[in-house]
């Protein structure tokens, strides 16, 4: 197993010496080793740095937000038909004669999309829109 250890990083400065007009021996320099701690910041400082990344991360948002919009154009409608409601008639009825073998549950679910129904209900005499190319043999 080994070990790491991370130490400030220190920089050794001579001192120089003084210039003394007496006849004491001259002393060397003395080496003073001096720390530079890393950057610490203080809870004011942390506070300050979040708020300037949130309001720089709003500023981006706010830029570029428009890119994410949609497009002021419908599209082309589906082309359907409308069919009157009789007694008798249930969706699961109403998509099995139009859909695709296998695809009946897909197409119940397009047709209640289609005409905004909550549910499978559906009345005497209400009318509905089914699609018209469904990929089914009539």
Known sequence: MST???????TVRPVRPLHVITDAPVRR????????SALRLTRRGRAVFLV??????????VAFGGLATATHDSGTPDPVRIVEIGPG???YGLAGSIAAPGHVRDMVS?????N??????LQVGQ?????LDSGATN
């Not at 790491?4 to 220190?10: E, G």
């Not at 397009?110 to 289609?114: A, D, F, P, S, V």
């Open 52 to 61: 300037a990344f949130l309001a720089l991360l709003v500023t981006l948002m």
């Open 89 to 91: 008639d249930t969706l």
């Open 116 to 121: 905004s129904l909550s549910g499978p209900e």
């Open 127 to 131: 009318r509905l829109a089914l699609p």
């Open 29 to 36: 320099p003395v080496a003073r080793v001096e720390t530079r």
């Open 110 to 114: 397009h047709i209640e999309q289609l």
């Open 4 to 10: 790491m250890t991370i130490s400030p990083i220190r």
